[in-house]
């Protein structure tokens, strides 16, 4: 049976407690990577569609610009999740069980739910996005970043990205966890983190700054 814990953890935090100590370190990675202006799929999924939306880029190039951000995050997450599965555990800090136990939480759903979670991510993600662009301090970006993205954390939200990594991880270290189940993650999160992206925040914003309606009263 696998352990569900890192070793130093294991038989002395209550899972309940380890769930909200794992949701609070979410936002370690995010925080490295919005600060660190590295391409972020799930920001795309928001920002790029709005020249498409103002019409000052194509479908077909906003299609473009996923697809290499999508698949740059994507290999750098099997990179990591190799290094994940067996580093740690040669250290005696994680238990590779600690990953079936992650992977375990995101698989077992039927499609539905996985798409409606994936929706929520997306959506958070999109506003995350927004957010961080109007601010001005990097301490301020921190705290929007730690907010939004514990809140995915702890609702065990599904993220087209971190959860790769995660069910990879899982494949790789235990033969429970297998490539149908990697997909079928992977294909409804990421279409759920689209629709949240861009259905709920491009479109909503965009509806604000729409050059059209500045011509709204005006003479």
């Excluded at 996923?66 to 067996?86: K, P, Q």
């Excluded at 555990?89 to 077992?108: H, P, S």
């Amino acid at each position: 049976m696998p352990n569900n814990h890192a070793y130093l953890l294991a038989g002395i935090v209550h899972p309940s407690v380890l769930h909200i100590l794992l949701a609070i370190s979410y936002p370690l990675g995010f925080i490295f990577v919005v600060i660190g202006k590295s391409e972020l799929f799930t920001e795309h999924t928001t920002l790029a569609a709005i020249p498409v939306l103002s019409k000052n880029a194509t479908i077909k190039s906003l299609l473009i610009l996923w697809g290499v951000i999508y698949a740059g995050n994507l290999i750098g997450g099997y990179v990591f999740g190799f290094i994940l599965s067996f580093l740690p555990e040669r250290l005696n800090t994680i238990d590779n069980g600690a990953f079936y136990a992650l992977a375990k939480k995101l698989i077992d759903h039927p499609w539905h739910i996985i798409l409606g979670s994936g929706v929520l991510a997306g959506w958070l993600m999109g506003l995350l996005s927004w957010l961080v662009t109007s601010s001005q301090e990097t301490i301020s970006r921190i705290v929007i970043i730690t907010l939004i993205t514990s809140v995915i954390g702890i609702g065990g939200l599904h993220h087209s990205i971190v959860g790769s990594i995660e069910v990879f991880t899982a494949s790789i270290t235990s033969t429970a966890v297998g490539w149908k189940d990697y997909l079928h993650v992977q294909t409804w999160s990421t279409l759920g983190n689209i629709i949240g992206g861009v259905v709920f925040v491009a479109f909503i914003k965009f509806s604000h700054v729409n050059p059209r309606n500045k011509h709204i009263g005006k003479g």
